[in-house]
């Protein structure tokens, strides 16, 4: 296929084309909507583009519309500089509330806004729905299948996926969470273990679609079980004849000491006494050896469970790939204290795709705030450039602390001067991601579906879908 250059006409407002159409939705243009007219096939580029070349915008490529792209994108918005978000998927996902859709808490709109709307009113930005395969950092042009988008500053921001620690072979028994359709994958298991177990005869079997096992202590693996165990002791109680879901087995297996390992120990400990008063187990201190179609191996232990789920590790997007850069075990790429690429001042790379240090030499750790703190720096460090300003120093982190919820009524919040449990640590986490989710409309109606949650205990999103019976 010839590659086609995605060529910006933004910022050509140059007296000297003063009949230089404006596009309609020029406000985060549609580049794939744009007319013929308006890219160009390389290598020749139209003599008046190549006149425009001069009084053209420097060009941001942000690849990834997570957490850190999106903040990046957002900190450009007053900056003189044209803006394109490339993005594999429509939509941005608020992966914190991932488990609340795989555990038929939520439905996936509520934790998913699209793209095109978020930067809608941005006029510097334009969206490109394309996933990029590779980098060519000597052309400084990105590569995504048959489209070439050249750039000036580039902000790799492709997040991360799940990694089973060299056990690839125990995805299909164990699925990750990172998707939405890892989230009503895992929904559709575990909504389907039960109503096998209604029909299942055999004590043995009924017992094993009744046993779920989440392997990972961290706050996804936390929350996992919390869930879990309210769907099957409250929300499902009554509604089967043949099984009781609230005899359900729920086990977390974490194989370091202690669960939420990133907490203090007291509130770790809270957690676990939190847990096991929903009625869940929590093994620590033994790895996970085996994992297969009918149960885990924990230790020596053998546990017999149709229900798996992986929360465990995480590996970085392939962007060390695409760039031919050093990496670290979790394949995140080893950036500079400014958050580029050695060698590269016009590669940013940030959030959970890079190994980025803090000015004291601390591992900046994988989480939202983090990749929005980076995000936000990037920008700054363009916008100085662009703008001929003094470099504003290096990456410096600050940590807001952490919080996790172990299912009704109860969480754990440590902000390092402030820490709380039960009731008061949910309702802040509650409001917490109320305010973080992206969308007046998301935010609306999670806050209601919770309150009816509250109120009735019922969970409104119960729906198989996906490789059901009938597929
Ligand atoms: C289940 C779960 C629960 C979590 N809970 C919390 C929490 O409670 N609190 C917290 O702070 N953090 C939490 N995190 C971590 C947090 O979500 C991440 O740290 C954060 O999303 C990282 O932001 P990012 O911008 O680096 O990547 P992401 O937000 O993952 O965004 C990456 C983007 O890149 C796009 N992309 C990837 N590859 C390509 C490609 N080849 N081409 C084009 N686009 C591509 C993706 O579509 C995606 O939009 C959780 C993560 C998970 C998975």
């Keep these: 296929m010839i590659p086609v250059l995605i060529q910006r006409r933004r910022g050509t407002t140059s007296p000297a084309h003063p009949a230089t159409p404006r596009m309609r939705n020029d406000t985060a243009t549609t580049v794939e909507n744009k007319s013929k007219a308006d890219t160009a096939i390389a290598p020749a580029a139209p003599v008046r583009d190549q006149a425009d070349a001069s009084a053209r915008r420097p060009q941001v490529v942000i690849i990834g519309?997570?957490?850190?792209?999106?903040?990046?994108?957002?900190?450009?918005?007053?900056?003189?500089?044209?803006?394109?978000v490339v993005d594999k998927r429509n939509y941005h996902l608020f992966q914190p509330l991932l488990y609340q859709v795989a555990?038929?808490?939520?439905?996936?709109?509520?934790?998913?806004?699209?793209?095109?709307?978020?930067?809608?009113?941005?006029?510097?930005?334009?969206?490109l729905m394309a996933k990029v395969t590779g980098i060519d950092k000597a052309a400084k042009v990105v590569l995504a299948g048959d489209q070439r988008v050249p750039y000036d500053h580039l902000i790799l921001a492709t997040g991360a996926r799940h990694a089973y620690f060299g056990h690839d072979e125990w995805e299909p028994f164990a699925p990750g969470l990172k998707k939405i359709e890892d989230?009503?994958?895992?929904?559709?298991?575990?909504?389907?273990?039960?109503?096998?177990?209604?029909t299942e005869t055999n004590p043995a079997e009924r017992e094993r679609l009744l046993t779920f096992v989440v392997i990972g202590g961290g706050p996804t693996g936390v929350e996992i079980v919390g869930a879990i165990a309210e769907l099957a002791k409250t929300a499902l109680a009554r509604?089967?004849?043949n099984i009781d879901p609230r005899l359900a087995r729920i086990i977390l297996v974490?194989?370091?000491?202690?669960?939420?390992?990133?907490?203090?120990?007291?509130l770790s400990a809270a957690a676990e006494r939190g847990l096991v008063r929903l009625g869940a187990e929590v093994r620590t201190g033994t790895p996970v050896t085996a994992v297969a179609d009918d149960h885990v191996m924990v230790g020596a232990?053998?546990?017999?469970?149709?229900?798996?789920?992986?929360?465990?590790?995480?590996?970085a997007s392939p962007a060390a790939k695409w760039l031919g850069a050093a990496k670290d075990k979790a394949g995140r790429?080893?950036?500079?204290?400014?958050?580029?690429?050695?060698?590269?001042?016009?590669?940013?790379?940030?959030?959970?795709?890079?190994?980025?240090k803090d000015t004291n030499g601390q591992q900046v750790p994988g989480i939202a705030p983090a990749a929005k703190q980076a995000g936000a720096y990037a920008a700054a460090v363009i916008t100085a450039r662009v703008k001929g300003r003094d470099f504003p120093?290096?990456?410096?982190?600050?940590?807001?602390g952490n919080l996790a919820t172990i299912g009704r009524k109860s969480a754990v919040v440590d902000f390092g001067w402030l820490r709380l449990r039960g009731n008061p640590a949910w309702w802040l986490w509650g409001f917490a991601h109320i305010f973080f989710l992206i969308g007046f409309r998301n935010r609306i109606t999670v806050a209601l579906d919770w309150f009816w949650s509250y109120l009735t205990f019922q969970r409104g999103s119960r729906l198989i879908t996906g490789g059901g019976p009938d597929d």
Excluded: C
């Design 301 to 315: 232990e053998r546990i017999e469970t149709r229900t798996v789920l992986w929360a465990a590790g995480v590996a």
């Design 333 to 356: 790429v080893i950036v500079n204290a400014d958050l580029t690429l050695p060698g590269h001042p016009e590669i940013f790379v940030i959030g959970d795709t890079a190994a980025m």
């Design 103 to 127: 555990t038929a808490g939520l439905s996936p709109a509520q934790i998913a806004s699209p793209i095109r709307g978020i930067l809608r009113k941005q006029r510097n930005a334009t969206v």
């Design 393 to 400: 120093g290096p990456f410096r982190y600050r940590h807001a």
């Design 239 to 241: 509604d089967f004849r």
């Design 65 to 84: 519309a997570g957490f850190g792209g999106l903040s990046a994108a957002h900190a450009l918005r007053h900056a003189p500089v044209d803006v394109t």
């Design 183 to 198: 989230a009503t994958d895992i929904r559709r298991r575990i909504l389907i273990a039960f109503e096998k177990a209604e």
């Design 254 to 266: 974490e194989a370091g000491p202690r669960i939420l390992p990133t907490f203090r120990e007291s």
